[in-house]
């Protein structure tokens, strides 16, 4: 499914950003950056589960409903973060529209498959 691959970029361009420590210096290391890594991360786990769940009733459903509704909470959370970083000077203004694109494209996705 494509929102595995474009979540796959996500994960990949979020951790070259926030891996580079002139960007995002250690100090903000467990403020910041660490909370963004694990979010991409996340976001690829809950689409994984609920792609793993296999509709054979109502609660199946939901079930995977959760796991798809917490892939989009996650996101609000990266994109405020992103945002964050853009106004603290810790990225450009295309790094934040390329990294912002990212992840209303798996929005997009989720909301589609969902």
């Not at 474009?6 to 909370?35: V, W």
């Not at 945002?83 to 209303?104: D, F, H, K, T």
């Amino acid at each position: 499914m494509t929102v595995f691959t474009r979540c796959k970029d996500l994960i990949a361009y979020s951790l070259q950003i926030t891996n580079n420590t002139n960007r995002f210096p250690k100090k903000i290391r467990f403020t910041i950056t660490n909370r963004l890594q694990d979010m991409v991360l996340k976001m690829y786990e809950n689409l994984l589960m609920a792609n793993e769940i296999f509709p054979i009733d109502q609660e199946d459903i939901r079930e995977r409903k959760r796991y798809q509704r917490k892939t989009l909470a996650i996101s609000k959370q990266v994109l405020f973060l992103v945002e964050l970083s853009l106004e603290q000077g810790r990225i450009e203004p295309n790094s934040a529209s390329y990294w912002s694109g990212l992840v209303e494209e798996i929005q997009k996705l989720t909301a589609k498959w969902m």
